[in-house]
């Protein structure tokens, strides 16, 4: 699958977590910060998914070159701030309802709080993971009684 898609090859050296953040964006620039989740999360970055863009921001992004200050939002008592860099930007097909992918590299961020969010990632991770299985299981026990 490597050889056919190349633009598909994974980069990253470190493992990415499937997690969902709230995330606020400061763009250089913009007036109003901007608001989205992250898809995934791993020691050197993070994944953002918006639904909306202001065209400031937008325009923004599309130049590139960018380091944004971005807010995450890990708990209640506790967020977590980093510079990051706009490694990649886009706009989704329909694949993703027309929202907006952002890829972010760490530039600055603070260790414990990097552990803190990777944490919370990990975390969801697993409860994810769990809630699969549970429902496979539920699934298979389901058709065994319907074809019994």
């Known amino acids: 699958m490597k050889d056919e898609f190349p633009e598909f090859e994974e980069k990253r050296k470190s493992v990415r977590l499937v997690g969902s953040l709230e995330v606020d964006l400061l763009i250089p620039g913009v007036a109003k910060t901007q608001h989205g989740y992250t898809y995934d999360i791993n020691n050197e970055g993070i994944g953002v998914e918006a639904d909306y863009l202001d065209k400031e921001a937008l325009d923004a992004l599309d130049k590139g070159n960018l380091s944004v200050e971005v807010t995450i939002h890990s708990s209640h008592q506790k967020d977590v701030r980093a510079l990051c860099q706009v490694i990649w930007f886009q706009k989704d097909d329909e694949l993703?309802?027309?929202?907006?992918?952002?890829?972010?590299?760490?530039?600055?961020?603070?260790?414990?709080?990097?552990?803190?969010?990777?944490?919370?990632?990990?975390?969801?991770?697993?409860w994810l993971g769990i809630v699969v299985v549970s429902l496979f299981i539920l699934l298979l026990i389901f058709l065994a009684y319907i074809l019994s």
């Open 96 to 126: 993703t309802e027309e929202k907006y992918l952002i890829g972010f590299r760490f530039k600055e961020i603070d260790p414990a709080e990097l552990k803190l969010i990777l944490s919370k990632a990990r975390s969801q991770t697993k």
